[in-house]
């Protein structure tokens, strides 16, 4: 339980901190250190530089930028579950946010660390998958802005490139729409066995527009593109139906926990409860 | 808030009342001292190297590359202490480090003592051990037909004991039955996880001229020190007087600290090469290996009734999984047999117990020892036979009652009996009647019922010596200092015995310190384990208390010119009875004076000058009295004074032995069940079930349970309360996972035992039996509701949605499957071993895909490999 040794900086400004991870091939960066930290101590990571983004100021906003509202990597996940401006014009996120392991983690988690690491059964990549979140990376060469469907390629792997940093999330607002995360809890871990989030836009019953992402299920977060390919247009009472096709395609995960066929069954449960706990939530 | 209207104890000053723990300020300030926070001059970390094999020859151990590292202050194999041991007297099979074979993954192999914990990590790597890999056996009734390759000698197709009893006679019994009942009931194996992970610092005395090593003291985070003082002075060769055990603070034991650790006498053979002291902390995944927790338990039982649920006979075979090692394996397989008697009237009961070895860390004690499992085929087989017989199983369980005083047909001694109280009362806060069965499909109520022993009425060491001794000694200030062995390890073993001593000495219980479990200050108590310390330990007490008050009560009469008998000690004063009847009810003087104390004395805490303040003060009072009158009453204290001058210092001594017809029959392993009293409970819960996911919630459980008396009831309410969670989580998520005998989830964020966090609401219910050989009344409180947490949630799932559960834990996987089944709906393919409808019962599969690991290899032989015996999948 003590992980190997390792240099550390904690640079106080992001170009340090981009010059200081250009500059090695074998540094990490430490946010919240959930991830990061237990894999250290168990030797299953042994970076030879830990390059501590929490001294740099000004990364933990969340603001209104028009269009979307705009993250700072460093937000935590207590304050992204306590935005209010979140909370009013685009709750998904929070809704997530909420759901990610105990009070201790969400208080010392950040969003930034949380993408970057991309774990299978995280909260975050359904929710950012479901609302078309972008992802700016900054590196030496300036920012790169990373739609979310192609941001996560596979287990604990993403689009960023070795020399970048996550410094932004921007997600759209959706007001209109009723949006709901549901999550089945691993008793112990808390980590998602499946988590579902939607995005419904529609009126009356009738679903003019969805959007659904799935995390736990498959080595990568995903959206559910066959259920929202028969919903667009269709009444309500097609949720039901449509919800069964929720892991179509996806080559699901077993462990100790649930076998895949498991949590392809949830999946398919609790994107129907999504679905229709999202649409009701609209109504409102 | 529970049991507002519970009829409070009467007549007590002290006991009965809602009391915060003695060392509840230290715990939660965090100024207490565990055995981990400890630190002496010199002190090495120790590491343990541990097998990565589950069955295997080791042919060479070479450590000289980790014995040459800068830092590494000793190495020691099991050359440095070839004696085996074990708890039991009958199962001395361990061996603190290896010396032939492993038999697990995580066996213990060597240990490293280096100045710094880095240091002896990177040593460990450095030892090369060379094994030869042997056949490893992983299901028990696959051990139990080997045919060679045992993991023990002497040890014949790996049962490690069997039992065969027979009382009245059950084929007879079920000849005569109008309903006979038959199924197999498994419960997965499940660990303490005590916050606590075990820890323990031994030191030897050096002689600075010679450098020969002196005595040894261990502090250690035990259950039962002088088991460990014991068991050191086998291993370590050396005499019992030459070593002292301290327990210092323990964070949760469970059973999990009921025998010797390995840890434990590592450390002494670590601290003895390197002379110098050793600290050895497990990490979490060490605590799983070390387990001694539930072993998984096969029941197969059959249950006989008459028509209106009369219960005529009842048989049950049992199979343990014991793992590697003997542990207290016997005791096991025996209380699951003998504790199928003393909580209801069953006049034919047969049993065949097993206790088999398997290549896996050893299963031990764990809380409701040997009981849980059986507790939970019999009551969810009891209520399937209500269901078929369509009767109300509170009923049935109301016509099977004990009728105490009596002796059970296997020759247990039942006095006291609060089931019918503790099932009333659930039944009633419940609303069972009109609710059971009536609260729509997907939601139910379940009952079950549990017993436990006060304490073994036969202690494991077979010594007709008293199984506890307390002194206690009185300081001329009235201090009262009592010196137990008894561990208090969480459950409130200080607490209790300051109570009683406060009780009988009528004095103020901030008087009375505690000191426990320190092997060269306190009297020999065996420990705490089946809730034997509040039975034995509080009557040890409780008569030496009663000596004192003997010596006071002479010197004070002669003060106060009557006979001793006349007196009575309440509330810090010794009162002459027959001049007080003003006393004994709140006189006015009597009261004033209270009120005296109350503002100037200083019996709440050490005095630097408390002698001469209370000089001044005992002047001051006995002038203010001389004024008022005729002297009917002195302090506590100057009574206390009066009879140091009389006597001299002031000491007593009580001890406890368990009433001779407390102790059973003769046959063999009649020894283990017998208990001086046995506490009982009911518990209602309700559940409901996610028909789509198999989600299980449980609402609330209602929870009574016979305790004697309450001593501290908000004591006896908190470990009714965490027995509810430990049964939560064995009926609903817990469970050791295993792939070619490596744990799969050996750490708290894939092996979770439910807290406050998930906690239904749970009201506890206390039922007063008064207990005729309990201090006080008091028996056991710690341990017997458990029993009741699991199979009431298994009945609960069945009143909603008509599924029996015979496999716990009742995981969302297996509940679906279950419901699936009901419904003929397709079958998933879920986690290999979960389905309880699938043929393959036993869970022993690959892993996380994200932890997927390499494993240990498998012997070519392998009966896993070869299909020889079956596949580790098991084929009933």
């Known amino acids: 339980m003590i992980p190997a040794s390792f240099d550390y900086e904690s640079p106080k400004t992001l170009n340090e901190a981009i010059t200081l991870l250009a500059s090695r091939e074998d540094a990490k960066l430490l946010a919240g250190g959930h991830s990061l930290l237990p894999a250290m101590k168990l030797r299953l990571a042994s970076p030879a530089l830990l390059i501590d983004l929490g001294r740099i100021g000004g990364l933990d906003y969340i603001r209104d930028s028009g269009e979307t509202i705009s993250i700072g990597a460093l937000a935590t996940h207590a304050a992204v579950a306590a935005s209010r401006l979140l909370l009013a014009s685009s709750p998904l996120l929070a809704q997530a946010a909420c759901n990610i392991g105990d009070i201790q983690v969400r208080n010392r988690g950040t969003i930034g660390g949380s993408l970057a690491q991309a774990h299978p059964s995280a909260d975050y990549p359904a929710a950012i998958l479901a609302l078309d979140a972008n992802i700016v990376a900054t590196s030496q060469s300036g920012e790169r802005v990373i739609p979310a469907h192609s941001f996560f390629t596979g287990m604990f792997t993403t689009a960023l490139r070795p020399d970048e940093i996550i410094t932004e999330i921007r997600v759209p607002k959706t007001a209109g729409s009723g949006t709901v995360y549901k999550k ?22 009738k679903i003019d527009d969805v959007a659904i992402g799935i995390t736990g299920v498959a080595e990568v977060a995903y959206r559910a593109t066959a259920v929202e390919d028969a919903l667009r247009g269709k009444p309500a009472s097609a949720i039901a139906e449509a919800a069964k096709h929720a892991a179509d395609k996806v080559e699901a995960l077993g462990d100790n926990y649930a076998s895949g066929d498991y949590r392809r069954h949830l999946a398919q449960v609790y994107t129907r409860r999504a679905l229709q706990e999202a649409l009701s939530s609209k109504r409102k | 808030m529970a049991n507002e209207e519970r009829p409070t104890t009467t007549g007590f000053s002290v006991i009965g009342k809602r009391t915060a723990m003695v060392d509840a300020a230290e715990k939660t300030t965090g100024a207490g001292k565990y055995t981990d926070d400890l630190s002496v ?15 295997a020859r080791i042919k060479r151990i070479d450590a000289s590359k980790a014995q040459a590292l800068e830092g590494v202050s000793a190495v020691v194999t099991g050359e440095d202490a070839p004696v085996t041991y074990g708890i039991l007297p009958i199962g001395h099979d361990e061996h603190a480090l290896a010396v032939d074979k492993v038999r697990y993954v995580g066996d213990n192999v060597a240990c490293v003592a280096a100045e710094t914990e880095a240091i002896a990590e990177q040593a460990l790597e450095l030892i090369d051990v060379e094994y030869e890999l042997l056949p490893a056996w992983f299901d028990p009734e696959q051990s139990m037909k080997a045919e060679a390759e045992f993991i023990h000698e002497g040890r014949p197709h790996n049962i490690e004991k069997e039992y065969h009893h027979v009382f009245g006679d059950p084929e007879k019994g079920f000849a005569e039955s109008d309903y006979v009942h038959e199924a197999r009931y498994i419960a997965n194996e499940v660990t303490h996880a005590a916050m606590e992970p075990h820890s323990t610092l031994a030191s030897f005395e050096l002689d600075p ?16 020190p002088y088991y460990l003082q014991h068991k050191l002075s086998l291993v370590l060769e050396m005499p019992m007087a030459q070593i002292r055990v301290i327990k210092p603070l323990v964070g949760g034991g469970f059973g999990g600290k009921s025998e010797v650790i390995p840890l434990e ?117 009891l209520d399937e036979i209500c269901a078929a017989l369509k009767l109300d199983p509170k009923e049935v369980r109301q016509k099977n009652f004990l009728k105490p005083p009596c002796i059970t047909v296997n020759n247990l001694r039942v006095l006291s009996y609060g089931l019918p109280d503790c099932v009333q009362k659930v039944a009633a806060a419940s609303r069972w009647k009109e609710r059971r069965g009536k609260l729509g499909r997907g939601r139910g109520l379940g009952m079950g019922c549990s017993h436990y022993v006060s304490g073994a009425a036969n202690s494991i060491i077979r010594s007709d010596m008293p199984h506890s001794t307390v002194n206690i000694k009185v300081d001329r200030d009235g201090g009262v200092v009592v010196y137990t062995g008894a561990s208090e390890i969480g459950q409130g073993s200080d607490t209790m015995t300051a109570q009683v001593a406060a009780e009988v000495l009528g004095c103020a219980l901030s008087r009375v310190r505690v000191v426990a479990a320190d092997t060269d200050l306190t009297p020999i108590d065996i420990g705490s384990y089946s809730s034997r310390v509040t039975m034995m330990a509080g009557n040890a007490t409780l008569r030496a208390a009663e000596e004192i008050r003997k010596q006071i009560a002479s010197a004070a009469a002669r003060k106060m010119n009557c006979a001793p008998e006349d007196l009575v000690f309440r509330e810090d004063k010794v009162l002459n009875n027959n001049l007080g009847a003003r006393a004994l009810s709140p006189a006015k003087e009597h009261r004033n004076a209270a009120e005296i104390l109350e503002t100037t004395d200083a019996p709440r805490g050490p ?106 009831p908000v004591s006896v309410e908190g470990q009714i309360i965490g027995s509810v969670w430990m049964g939560l989580g064995q009926a609903l998520q817990e469970e050791m996972v295993w792939k070619d005998g490596m744990l799969m989830n050996p750490g708290l964020l894939e092996y979770r035992s439910p807290s406050s966090v998930e906690s239904p609401e749970i009201e506890p219910f206390i039922v007063e039996s008064i207990d005729p050989e309990g201090p006080f009344g008091a028996k056991e409180c710690s341990e017997g509701s458990l029993a ?28 679906l499957a279950a419901l699936r089944a009901q419904k003929n709906a397709k079958k998933l393919n879920l986690t290999e071993g979960v389905d309880p409808t699938s043929p393959a019962r036993f869970r022993e599969h690959g892993g996380a895909l994200w932890f997927r690991g390499k494993g240990p290899q498998r012997h070519p032989r392998d009966p896993a490999i070869t299909g020889q ?4 999948g098991g084929d009933d």
């Open chain 2, 869 to 872: 015996q079956g596949s580790a």
């Open chain 2, 607 to 712: 005095s630097v000058s408390g002698r001469v303040e209370g000089q001044i003060l005992r002047g001051s009072l006995q002038q203010k009295r001389k004024e008022e009158g005729p002297k009917d009453w002195m302090t506590f204290e100057e009574a206390v004074v009066a009879a140091i001058d009389f006597h001299g210092a002031l000491t007593g001594t009580g001890s406890y032995a368990p009433s001779l017809d407390a102790r059973g029959g003769k046959f063999k392993g009649a020894g283990v069940g017998p208990s001086p009293a046995y506490s009982y409970s009911a518990q209602v819960a309700e559940v409901s079930v996610d028909e789509e996911t198999g989600e299980v919630t449980v609402h609330k459980v209602w929870a009574a349970h016979d305790c004697g008396r309450a001593l501290n």
């Open chain 1, 184 to 205: 089945f809890h691993h008793p112990a871990s808390g980590y998602a066995v499946v988590g579902v989030a939607a995005v419904v836009r529609g009126a009356t019953g």
């Open chain 2, 209 to 224: 001229h010679t450098g020969k090593l002196g005595r040894l003291t261990v502090w250690s985070s035990t259950q039962v």
């Open chain 2, 788 to 815: 009741a947490t699991i199979p009431a949630i298994a009945n609960a799932i069945y009143d909603a949605v008509g599924i029996r559960l015979r496999e716990a834990p009742f995981t969302p996987e297996r509940v």
């Open chain 2, 41 to 55: 001059p010199g002190m090495l970390v120790g590491k343990i190297l541990h097998s990565p094999y589950p069955h």
């Open chain 2, 265 to 381: 006498i590592i450390a002494a053979i670590a601290a003895r090469a390197a002379k110098r002291p050793v600290k050895i902390t497990y990490t979490r995944e060490e605590v799983f290996w070390a387990h001694r927790g539930r072993p998984r338990t096969i029941v197969d039982l059959k249950t006989g009734v008459k028509k209106d649920g009369r219960i005529v006979a009842v048989r049950a075979r049992v199979v343990q999984d014991g793992g590697a090692y003997c542990s207290y394996g016997p005791v096991t397989i025996l209380y699951s047999g003998a504790l199928l008697g003393a909580i209801y009237d069953i006049p034919n009961v047969g049993y065949d117990g097993y206790r088999v070895l398997t290549n896996k860390p050893a299963c031990g004690a764990m809380r409701g020892h040997g009981t849980v499992n059986v507790r939970f085929a019999f009551e969810s087989q």
